[in-house]
Nanobody, 115 residues
Framework: QVQLVESGGGLVQPGGSLRLSCAASGSIFSTNVMGWYRQAPGKQRELVAGITGRGETNYAEFVKGRFTISRDNAKNTVYLQMNSLKPEDTAVYYC?????????WGQGTQVTVSS
């Protein structure tokens, strides 16, 4: 059984920063791909960033240069550093981990960017 618990969301002003964390428990291996999606009200869930066990990363175009994904394999934790936040970044952010039998999701953490 795999459990993912996100933290770090909240309310921030435009131009501000937040750091999201996602701690995984259960049968997680350093080779599993982990990452973040987000879903804004009335929109489909979209990929934000992913990272392999070797640290290879991929980002959505709309966050390149602003967000940084990283992971600590010893802690089974993935992070998302979000800088220069915009109102359009407002969404529920979900972390995920890919295993052979499927993808597991966290419960989500709300990020609101507003003045």
């Amino acid at each position: 059984q795999v459990q993912l618990v996100e933290s770090g969301g909240g309310l921030v002003q435009p131009g501000g920063s937040l750091r999201l964390s996602c701690a995984a428990s259960g049968s997680i291996f350093s080779t599993n791909v982990m990452g973040w999606y987000r879903q804004a009200p009335g929109k489909q869930r979209e990929l934000v960033a992913g990272i392999t066990g070797r640290g290879e990363t991929n980002y959505a175009e709309f966050v390149k240069g602003r967000f940084t994904i990283s992971r600590d394999n010893a802690k089974n934790t993935v992070y998302l550093q979000m800088n220069s936040l915009k109102p359009e970044d407002t969404a529920v952010y979900y972390c995920y981990v890919d295993r052979i039998l499927g993808r597991y999701w966290g419960q989500g953490t709300q990020v609101t960017v507003s003045s």
